[in-house]
């Protein structure tokens, strides 16, 4: 059965949302049981996927930072709710793995001497003026930093996606509590995956020179992730105490460790990008919204943090 959602009129910027609110969920999550090999004697697979602590705390604030300068651009009403509660939810997003660092650090695995590199490119290469002077304006450097936020969208579309429906890496009896923070995130990605997008066609300018700067997002995109994503495991697997130098990263592991279904895909990752190339594309037809809001009406983290709202309201 297809269970993707109807592709929207593309004379509309936001009708993937319009009739699904944005709105962020103050999610909490307990790590004192989670072992610092969640996938049980899966190292590799579970430092593939812990590289996601160590990129979205910086990064998913630097959404926010990037998004709250280009505000003031935004005319459609209904894309300003969505912008606002996208902001909400990638902050959340940011706070709750870098918690994930803290109980690492617990375990001794310390992640500072990698995610420093991390912060400068965010906050130093990607920040608010261009690197050593680049002569670019204000708005030309602002249009190509949404451009990368929505490239990067895609692919937490994707993977937000496949964690939702990684049934192998379930029956591999992960940790419940990090299965649900992935599952959670997943879900809001798929569930905001349309807003970066829309963000930038709404401010980005228009014609030919808006769709080649949302090539050039990509094309600066794909590579530096799979860049960070490599140099990130590689680092993981070579400071964990539990490994003591035993194994390394290497491609004969991930693709054994996708070969058993717990990391996605490298063809469905790279289907993304053609996909996000054509000129017709909108994220809106990427995953399930139905899905995804469905996880997070059944997600603990979720449900607690549901019920937690509904008692103050009551009091």
Not at 92 to 105: E, G, I, K, N
Not at 111 to 127: E, N, S
Not at 251 to 275: C, D, F, M, Q, T
Request: charged content about 25%; hydrophobic content about 40%; cysteine-free.
């Amino acid at each position: 059965m297809d269970t993707t959602d109807p592709v929207p009129s593309p004379t509309s910027t936001t009708a993937s949302t319009a009739t699904h609110p944005i709105r962020p969920r103050r999610v909490s999550f307990d790590w004192q049981r989670t072992p610092l090999h969640w996938i049980p004697d899966e190292p590799t697979a579970t430092h593939v996927i812990n590289v996601l602590h160590l990129l979205l705390p910086a990064g998913e604030r630097w959404f926010v930072k990037v998004f709250k300068e280009a505000l003031p651009l935004v005319t459609d009403p209904e894309l300003l709710k969505d912008v606002k509660g996208f902001m909400g939810q990638e902050a959340t997003h940011s706070v709750q793995h870098s918690y994930v660092l803290d109980h690492l650090a617990e375990q001794g695995l310390d992640t500072r001497p990698y995610t420093k590199h991390v912060d400068w490119m965010f906050d130093v290469m990607l920040g608010e003026r261009p690197p050593g002077g680049l002569p670019v304006s204000a708005r030309e450097w602002l249009r190509f930093r949404l451009s990368l936020i929505a490239a990067i969208e895609q692919f937490t579309a994707v993977l937000g996606d496949w964690v939702l429906r990684a049934e192998e890496l379930e029956l591999a009896r992960p940790d419940e509590v990090m299965l649900d923070l992935l599952r959670w995130h997943g879900a809001e990605e798929v569930e905001h995956r349309a807003v970066a997008f829309d963000m930038y066609q709404h401010t980005g300018g228009s014609g030919l020179p808006r769709y080649v700067r949302r090539v050039e997002g990509m094309a600066f995109t794909a590579p530096m992730l799979l860049w960070l994503w490599a140099f990130g495991a590689a680092y993981l697997i070579r400071h964990d105490p539990q490994l003591r130098g035993r194994l390394r990263y290497t491609l004969r592991e991930h693709n054994r460790a996708v070969r058993k279904g717990l990391l996605p895909s490298w063809r469905e990752l790279g289907a993304a990008i053609p996909r996000y190339l054509r000129r017709s594309y909108h994220p809106s037809q990427e995953g399930s919204l139905r899905a995804a809001v469905e996880y997070l009406a059944s997600s603990p983290a979720a449900r607690a943090a549901a019920g937690a709202i509904g008692r103050t309201a009551a009091s």
